[in-house]
Nanobody, 127 residues
């Protein structure tokens, strides 16, 4: 059972990247998926999430209007599309899932809700 974020890399300011989150051993479609990032010397912060089922999304102010999270049910993959990247977006990005729930409710960008974390992917934005 594994969760893996990928798609990071080096990009110039103003550029774009699309990350991916894939689950192995379980069906990601049954879970909310949260996205978090941790910059060097800083605490990990939540940036967005996508709910299971109705695909409701939430974003923190720092990425709102620039990042868009979507889900490909057929591929069981979640994609954050990151546009207009800034140097302050430089961080390791992680996807995570909360415990399985039979109930559907809007996802939240709160770290304590998520208990299963994948390996991160590094995003570096050069100025």
């Amino acid at each position: 059972v594994q969760l893996q974020a990928s798609g990071g890399g080096l990009v110039q300011t103003g550029g774009s990247l699309r990350l991916s989150c894939v689950a192995t051993g379980f069906n990601l479609d049954y879970y909310d998926v949260g996205w978090f990032r941790q910059a060097p010397g800083k605490e990990r912060e939540g940036i967005s999430c996508i709910s299971k089922g109705d695909e409701n999304t939430e974003y923190v102010e720092s990425v709102k209007g620039r990042f868009t999270v979507s889900r490909d049910v057929a591929k069981k993959t979640v994609y954050p599309q990151m546009n207009s990247l800034k140097p302050e977006d430089t961080a390791t990005y992680y996807c995570a899932t909360p415990p399985l729930s039979l109930f559907s409710s809007p996802c939240v960008v709160t770290e304590s809700v998520y208990n299963f974390w994948g390996q991160g992917t590094q995003v570096t934005v050069s100025s």
